[in-house]
């Protein structure tokens, strides 16, 4: 089955530029969505078809998707921005919904 | 604004059944995919199943295939998942997600804030 794999954890200092990365076989050729679910909150939708980001998500949010990897990248880092972080995609193969095992963020 | 309200969890022992809704408001119900995401306590997100516009598609997750069901109603704005044969590892947060108005590609661009199901004896 197909299997989309992140960093369980990845810190970062204020200001500086967090990646986040989501990888699986030929990841390129799938569309990939990212979202951010802080504690006790319903997951937000953060990145959408790889790069495009939703009404009200802030500039420093963008996503790359090419070959093996799917990136998600946070510029100029925010106390705000500690979260968990969840990569999706639709795999037609199987006709499912694939969600990476989600990456915390730290803001050191 | 989008509106997304879950109920109909609870307690339930091994073996039972348990049927979830979720009710939308703040957009045209019947013009979207709609999904159910679950989370098991200090888990990560777990995707359950997702249902057409008009119903006649539904897909699952291979864990619940011939045991949960997704349905909906345009008339009532509501999206259910009756779950059967439960087991201790469907213990989870049930969230509805409002999905694609175009296909079942798309983002999950709404979500609910869930209904816990606890199965246990």
């Known amino acids: 089955s197909f299997v989309l794999t992140q960093p369980p954890s990845v810190s970062v200092a204020p200001a500086k530029t967090a990646r986040i990365t989501c990888g699986a076989d030929n990841i390129g050729s799938y569309t990939v969505h990212w979202y951010q679910q802080k504690p006790g909150q319903a997951p937000v939708l953060v990145v959408n078809d790889d790069s495009d980001r939703p009404s009200g998500i802030p500039e420093r949010f963008s996503g790359s998707n090419s070959g093996n990897t799917a990136t998600l990248t946070i510029s100029e880092v925010e106390a705000g921005d500690e979260a968990d972080y969840y990569c999706h995609v639709w795999d037609s193969l199987s006709d499912q919904g694939i969600f990476g095992g989600g990456t915390k963020l730290t803001v050191l | 604004e989008v509106q997304l309200v879950e109920s109909g969890g609870g307690l339930v022992q091994p073996g039972g059944s348990l049927r979830l809704s979720c009710v939308a408001s703040g957009f045209d119900f019947s013009s979207y995919y709609m999904t159910w995401v679950r989370q098991a306590p200090g888990k990560g997100l777990e995707w359950v199943a997702n249902i057409k516009q008009d119903g006649s598609e539904k897909y699952y997750v291979d864990s619940v295939k011939g045991r949960f069901t997704i349905s909906r109603d345009n008339a009532k704005n509501s999206l259910y998942l009756q779950m059967n044969s439960l087991r201790a590892e469907d213990t989870a947060i049930y969230s509805c997600?409002?999905?694609?108005?175009?296909?079942?590609?798309?983002?999950?661009?709404?979500w609910g804030q869930g209904t816990l199901v606890t199965v246990s004896s």
């Open positions: 997600a409002r999905d694609g108005y175009y296909d079942k590609e798309e983002a999950l661009d709404y």
